[in-house]
């Protein structure tokens, strides 16, 4: 657990590094983003670092679930993290209610012509 703990530190500092070019980038396809920027409502860190501590935590706790397991019981658990990550990715594609009626408003401004947003993030 020592070399995942090392590998975990280089890894956030890497992320940390790109925290910036990031919200960059979600301002160019999210006019609702870059309107908060400019009205300095928004650091760096306040959308993207508080999610980022919690994978962070989530994947710390796992990594430490994982490393507990018997080799028998590692790919039955991979299979049923796997299992639960698949969920929480379609609750970010498709919210469920009330979630998608609070985030229509911001749905309604962004950017939805892909070639439009791939220009805009080649710019960066």
Do not use: W
Not at 40 to 48: A, F, K
Not at 95 to 112: C, K
């Amino acid at each position: 657990m020592q070399d995942l703990e090392a590998d975990s530190k280089l890894i956030n500092a890497v992320l940390a590094e790109q925290v910036g070019a990031v919200e960059r980038a979600m301002a160019g396809i999210c006019p609702v983003v870059a309107l908060l920027q400019r009205v300095s409502l928004m650091t760096e860190t306040t959308i993207i670092n508080f999610n980022l501590e919690i994978a962070r935590d989530v994947a710390r706790s796992r990594a430490q679930s994982l490393a507990a397991l018997s080799p028998g019981e590692l790919t039955g658990a991979i299979d049923q993290m796997d299992r639960e990550v698949a969920l929480f990715g379609n609750v970010i594609v498709n919210p469920p209610p009330p979630l998608d009626l609070e985030l229509q408003p911001i749905l309604a401004v962004e950017y939805h012509d892909i070639r439009k947003n791939l220009e805009i993030l080649a710019q960066d």
